[in-house]
């Protein structure tokens, strides 16, 4: 039995059904009616059915006692606890063929929830903001976890079926007609992807395949056991179908320092060899990058092409970390490590990636926490000032816009956009929307009570300040009141952040994407509230930031050499929170 392919298998003449059930006496598939399935010395169960094809729908019986749904399942149309369906693949009919991705460097990231992204909630109604996403200046949709998930609304990270897009947002060829669609733009897609644990809800294999679980714990549940070669092959499988049968430009892998594995996260190293294999067998850019609180810069490489082992980049928390201290003042939990001295933080981020790079954390136990990073690509950076943590994992899920002020954020933006790091959105950023993005899910009894009564425990700090205004998880209006109100766009405030936005990326793809290829980080210093900075780009000209971090006007400030991309001349004086660029 080959241990290495989990799923439905389509033949010439119906279907081969396949279960890893090493701890079943009995399976049987359910179809029209019950089909014994034969075992291995391995706990493979497998059954050939002829006249099985695509939309067929299934269950596995787990020795007469429980009706479970393929852990590789395609598709299930009726929710997790519903049946399987075969899908065909390779029936799709791709519009987009000669398509290959785009090089990493040439990356503009938004994240988005397909739920909340529009009020129709779906793949299809995605399409018709993807002009908006290419007029903008954004290069790469990034889409939240889409693994099956229990109910019909969730962030993503609960999903216990990793081969299946979730149903509440459309069927298979639905979201690949959101690819396809993208690709026809010159859009890359990229996936969040969550191998470090299963959902709380509708995940069985710890009744038939109690090997897939160690004794360790997660902040989530039982830790995956990587070690146990079909439990590796199953989380591998996963990671190519969505590369593969989807044709996701890459993928970003959610916590991975939250992977329990004894010594190296080998597993991690594994899934960018498979997919650097898919890439180097269709030529195709595939990027994949990391979040991963240990900053390992060792993992970070973005020009290996195809990856090999390596990532092309990470979520850069300490970036996003000092921007915030800086712009709210707000210092409780991972905060309080950044509040010591934010603007030269911020310096050392500009100059060199990470903030940690090996020195002692106090969020993260007091002990050191990462590794140098100057020596990497400024590209392996992914900078953001706000995304789907950052805004949710607050008590109201309020963004920034709203507890900031406009002309600090828009140097924030000015900075992030056009400095040589990769820079990430959060959906609807781009025109300061409003909407809150609080965490949110659709769970019912005993669980749903457990996370209404964690969330309130977790922000019991918060409830003497907010009281009642703290949504509930569980509410259908929690959801509700997240979606985007496109309206914005054509109104002021929207309008003109929207504008700035797309004047900043402009700036970017003529003057910096050109010249990323073999960028190297230099320096930053900051004197008082003077932040100066440059790169060495890859054509060999400087890249130079001079920023003026407060609200008040510096009459005095240097003149940076080289011509202006961005904010004017500086002619001695620098307004408040005012942002030159200059290259040369």
């Known amino acids: 039995m080959n241990a290495q392919?989990?799923?439905?298998?389509?033949?010439?003449?119906?279907?081969?059904?396949?279960?890893?059930?090493?701890?079943?006496k009995r399976v049987d598939l359910l179809l029209d009616k019950p089909h014994t399935l034969t075992r291995d010395a391995a706990g493979w169960y497998v059954a050939e059915i002829p006249g099985a094809r695509a939309g067929t729908r299934y269950r596995f019986r787990i020795d007469d006692e429980l009706d479970v749904p393929d852990p590789a399942s395609a598709f299930q149309p009726d929710d997790v606890?519903?049946?399987?369906?075969?899908?065909?693949?390779?029936?799709?009919?791709?519009?987009?063929?000669?398509?290959?991705?785009?090089?990493?460097?040439?990356?503009?990231?938004?994240?988005?929830?397909?739920?909340?992204?529009?009020?129709?909630?779906?793949?299809?109604?995605?399409?018709?903001?993807?002009?908006?996403?290419?007029?903008?200046?954004?290069t790469a949709l990034e889409l939240m976890p889409l693994a099956d998930f229990a109910g019909k609304r969730n962030w993503g990270y609960d999903?216990?079926?990793?081969?299946?897009?979730?149903?509440?947002?459309?069927r298979p060829d639905d979201l690949k007609t959101l690819i396809d669609e993208a690709h026809l733009r010159g859009l890359m897609v990229m996936l969040d992807v969550v191998y470090n644990h299963f959902g709380p809800e509708g995940n069985y294999l710890g009744r038939y395949a109690p090997s897939f679980f160690t004794n360790a714990q997660t902040p989530w549940g039982s830790a995956i056991d990587?070690?146990?070669?079909?439990?590796?092959?199953?989380?591998?499988?996963?990671?190519?179908?969505?590369?593969?049968?989807?044709?996701?430009?890459?993928?970003?892998?959610?916590?991975?320092?939250?992977?329990?594995?004894?010594?190296?996260?080998a597993v991690v190293h594994d899934f960018s060899k498979a997919?650097?294999?898919?890439?180097?067998?269709?030529?195709?850019?595939?990027?994949?990058?990391?979040?991963?609180?240990?900053?390992?810069?060792?993992?970070?490489?973005?020009?290996?092409?195809?990856?090999?082992?390596?990532?092309?980049?990470?979520?850069?928390?300490?970036?996003?970390?000092?921007?915030?201290?800086?712009?709210?003042?707000?210092?409780?939990?991972y905060y309080?490590?950044?509040?010591?001295?934010?603007?030269?933080?911020?310096?050392?981020?500009?100059?060199?990636?990470?903030?940690?790079?090996?020195?002692?954390?106090?969020?993260?136990?007091?002990?050191?926490?990462?590794?140098?990073?100057?020596?990497?690509?400024?590209?392996?950076?992914?900078?953001?000032?706000?995304?789907?943590?950052?805004?949710?994992?607050?008590?109201?899920?309020?963004?920034?816009?709203?507890?900031?002020?406009?002309?600090?954020?828009?140097?924030?933006?000015?900075?992030?956009?056009?400095?040589?790091?990769?820079?990430?959105l959060f959906m609807g950023e781009e025109w300061g929307a409003t909407q809150p993005f609080p965490f949110f899910c659709d769970f019912k009894g005993d669980l749903a009570n457990a996370v209404r009564k964690g969330r309130r425990q977790e922000f019991a700090w918060a409830y003497a300040k907010?009281?009642?205004?703290?949504?509930?998880?569980?509410?259908?209006?929690?959801?509700?009141?997240?979606?985007?109100?496109?309206?914005?766009?054509?109104?002021?405030?929207?309008?003109?952040?929207?504008a700035l936005v797309h004047d900043l990326l402009a700036v970017r793809a003529r003057e910096i994407t050109p010249r990323l290829a073999g960028a190297r980080f230099g320096d930053a210093v900051v004197?008082?509230?003077?932040?100066?900075?440059?790169?060495?780009?890859?054509?060999?000209?400087?890249?130079?930031?001079?920023?003026?971090?407060?609200?008040?006007a510096m009459p005095d400030a240097p003149e940076p050499k080289g011509t202006a991309i961005w904010g004017g001349a500086l002619s001695g004086h620098l307004p408040v929170w005012a942002v030159r660029w200059n290259i040369g």
């Open 159 to 170: 999903g216990v079926l990793w081969y299946a897009p979730d149903s509440a947002y459309g």
């Open 5 to 24: 392919h989990f799923g439905v298998e389509l033949t010439s003449d119906g279907a081969r059904f396949r279960l890893w059930a090493p701890a079943a």
């Open 527 to 552: 004197t008082g509230d003077l932040l100066t900075a440059h790169w060495q780009m890859g054509d060999g000209s400087t890249l130079r930031l001079t920023a003026n971090l407060s609200d008040r």
């Open 466 to 498: 907010y009281g009642d205004e703290i949504p509930d998880p569980l509410d259908a209006k929690t959801m509700q009141s997240a979606v985007l109100d496109w309206t914005a766009l054509g109104r002021d405030p929207g309008r003109g952040r929207l």
């Open 226 to 265: 990587y070690r146990v070669p079909e439990v590796r092959a199953f989380a591998i499988g996963s990671v190519v179908s969505w590369l593969r049968d989807y044709r996701f430009d890459g993928l970003r892998f959610d916590a991975v320092n939250m992977i329990v594995e004894a010594g190296d996260v």
């Open 275 to 333: 997919a650097g294999r898919l890439a180097a067998e269709t030529g195709r850019h595939i990027n994949l990058v990391l979040e991963n609180g240990d900053n390992l810069a060792s993992l970070l490489d973005a020009t290996e092409d195809p990856p090999h082992g390596k990532f092309r980049g990470q979520w850069n928390d300490d970036y996003h970390h000092v921007w915030h201290v800086m712009l709210t003042g707000e210092t409780q939990g």
């Open 336 to 424: 309080g490590d950044y509040q010591r001295a934010p603007k030269q933080d911020l310096a050392r981020a500009l100059s060199s990636g990470y903030v940690y790079q090996g020195e002692v954390s106090a969020f993260w136990g007091n002990k050191p926490r990462g590794e140098p990073s100057g020596a990497l690509s400024p590209t392996c950076f992914i900078n953001f000032l706000q995304n789907h943590d950052q805004i949710g994992n607050r008590p109201l899920g309020d963004r920034l816009v709203s507890i900031a002020k406009p002309e600090a954020v828009e140097a924030a933006l000015a900075v992030t956009l056009i400095a040589p790091t990769t820079p990430m």
């Open 81 to 138: 606890f519903g049946p399987s369906e075969v899908i065909d693949h390779a029936a799709f009919k791709w519009r987009a063929t000669e398509w290959r991705g785009r090089p990493w460097h040439e990356a503009v990231v938004l994240e988005a929830h397909v739920g909340t992204f529009t009020k129709e909630g779906t793949y299809r109604a995605m399409i018709d903001k993807l002009d908006h996403l290419v007029a903008t200046g954004i």
